[in-house]
């Protein structure tokens, strides 16, 4: 639906053609879809900060969207600044004292009777839209049939997995079904209470998904994400589902997998579909029954139906996430700052240490209250596992080069790293027993390819094959190994990448392992990204690869 209106009668914000209360025939206000119920705890947190009487308004009296405020479907005033330094303040858009005097000229509703008010005056256009969700749900399940093992709910705490769950169980006719929630350690006290008591009161049976290491440890090493720099997701979220999903499904099996997310809620998602078979969960099979709500008719769902929420979205959250998140905006930094200062003041003291780590040239609390944090595209130049040494000797009969790693090289465990070289180029292996730790690289031909000698901290590299462009991929991808290898943090992004579940990675006993009966050597986990490690190429994005390259083109 794309249309939305206020109804200046019954006070009531309408998605339909007409309010099915007084029968006022509908409008067409886009601004309206984007817009969310303001509860009585923002109002009163908002009169805190600013010392204006917001709190005279009641529970669900005003609106809001883009940070304008509407009564009766108009603008009264926008909330501007605000974020994990300062508070914010109030511009009213209309007469403050009108509008304030016009509260006391009309009959009020407290919070359950605007609730039903919303559903009598939305009943068939919500009945419309509950009615095309359950539908998809059930000839999704059907039509899949056979594919797949189990179904899930993604559930994340916040509004739209709440609404996904209510309209999948109601679908079923049953509370038995899975829901799955990752725990990415900064999860704010309101997300972890409240799963905890939806799973609870509406008999649910949830699993929640932990990873091996917590955000502190990992941006030790990875240093703090950004919009460029988005390792968190894969190794807080991403990759500790993926691990859960393999101790629950049987090998090669699916599970379908029902999530929240929704076309109005950013650029790149309007590009997702309904049912996509393949996404960053290699065993899930994704589908969306809410994909093109706005959030206006989810609230009204929401609203209609009773459903309970997060306690967040009262204090003002639009999209509950993590809290620290390079995607929050401000509005959402100053609401958990509020919400829970001693969460706020750890992630604070945070950005205050990495600002200061990199040498920051602008005044610290102006770079954190800006997020300019968020922007970070380069990493440490300083960084003790961010770079390879290399040395290149052209032969006449072959090709040498011996790199340096800031890591003391262990044959048995390298090893693991080089087995998908092993199969992507169909190489055989085997290793000197005497003199140097030493591997050869053999052709099908049983031709001696490439010799591997490894030392403390470096490995020589011999190339005996004529072919230069097989060379320069080979080196290519064995430096992205190696790049891993010194950097690796267990974070098991590799791991999603693989849809034949060959790789472990074990952050408590710190091994990285290849299974070679079930590797295919397809090359994902190699290439994950331009440098062959998610953490690495957050902690520093430039790897020296000109020495090579200059030494054999001249």
Aim: hydrophobic content about 35%; charged content about 30%; some cysteine.
């Amino acid at each position: 639906m794309d249309m939305a209106y206020f109804c200046s009668k019954c006070k009531i914000p309408i998605i339909g053609d007409q309010c099915e209360i007084c029968g006022k025939p509908g409008g067409n206000t886009k601004t309206l879809l984007k817009s969310s119920p303001v509860f009585k705890e923002e109002l009163q947190m908002l009169s805190e900060a600013t010392g204006e009487p917001v709190d005279e308004f009641n529970s669900l009296e005003l609106w809001t969207a883009n940070r304008y405020y509407y009564y009766e479907g108009k603008k009264i005033f926008k909330v501007i600044g605000g974020n994990l330094i300062e508070n914010p303040q109030i511009k009213w858009v209309k007469n403050k004292k009108m509008v304030l005097d016009k509260l006391n000229r009309y009959d009020r509703f407290d919070e359950d009777e605007y609730c039903y008010r919303v559903k009598e005056a939305n009943r068939f256009a919500l009945g419309t839209l509950e009615e095309k969700a359950i539908r998809f749900v059930r000839e999704t399940i059907e039509k899949l049939g056979k594919q797949i093992e189990y179904k899930a709910v993604s559930f994340s705490g916040g509004k739209d997995s709440v609404v996904v769950s209510y309209l999948v169980r109601k679908a079923l006719g049953s509370n038995g079904i899975l829901h799955i929630f990752a725990n990415t350690t900064l999860e704010n006290p309101d997300t972890l209470n409240f799963v905890e008591d939806f799973a609870n009161n509406e008999r649910i049976f949830l699993l929640k998904a932990e990873p091996q290491q917590s955000f502190l440890k990992l941006v030790d090493k990875a240093l703090l994400p950004s919009r460029i720099h988005r390792w968190c997701c894969t190794a807080l979220k991403i990759a500790p589902i993926e691990k859960l999903l393999r101790q629950i499904l049987e090998p090669r099996a699916k599970i379908l997998m029902f999530d929240g997310i929704r076309h109005e809620e950013s650029s790149r998602r309007k590009k997702y579909e309904s049912v996509e078979l393949k996404s960053k969960i290699a065993l899930q099979i994704i589908a969306r029954p809410i994909l093109k709500w706005s959030t206006l008719e989810e609230w009204i769902y929401i609203l209609s139906n009773q459903i309970p929420i997060n306690d967040s979205y009262k204090y003002g959250m639009r999209r509950v996430g993590c809290s620290l998140c390079p995607l929050n905006s401000s509005w959402s930094e100053y609401v958990i700052k509020f919400q829970s200062y001693p969460l706020v003041r750890d992630y604070t003291n945070l950005l205050y240490k990495f600002a200061k780590s990199q040498n920051i040239q602008v005044n610290i609390a102006d770079y954190i209250a800006n997020g300019q944090w968020k922007a970070r595209a380069g990493g440490s130049s300083k960084h003790k596992y961010s770079v390879l040494s290399e040395i290149s000797i052209l032969e006449r009969d072959y090709k040498f080069i011996r790199i340096g790693l800031s890591k003391v090289v262990k044959l048995v465990s390298i090893k693991e790293y080089l087995k998908p070289l092993n199969k992507k180029y169909q190489f055989k292996s085997f290793e000197s027993k005497i003199g140097r730790k030493t591997i050869f690289l053999l052709s099908k031909k049983q031709k001696i390819v490439s010799k591997i000698s490894i030392d403390k901290e470096s490995l020589s590299v011999w190339w005996f094959e004529k072919d230069g462009s097989s060379y320069r991929q080979f080196l290519a991808d064995l430096k992205k190994q190696l790049i891993k290898y010194q950097f690796c943090a267990y974070c098991g992004g590799c791991e999603t990448k693989c849809v034949f579940q060959a790789i472990t990675a074990d952050a408590e006993y710190q091994k990285y392992t290849v299974d070679s009966d079930k590797c295919i050597g397809c090359g994902e986990c190699i290439s994950i990204n331009k440098i062959g490690c998610l953490l690495a190429k957050s902690a520093k994005t430039t790897i020296p690869y000109k020495i090579m390259e200059e030494v054999a083109n001249g």
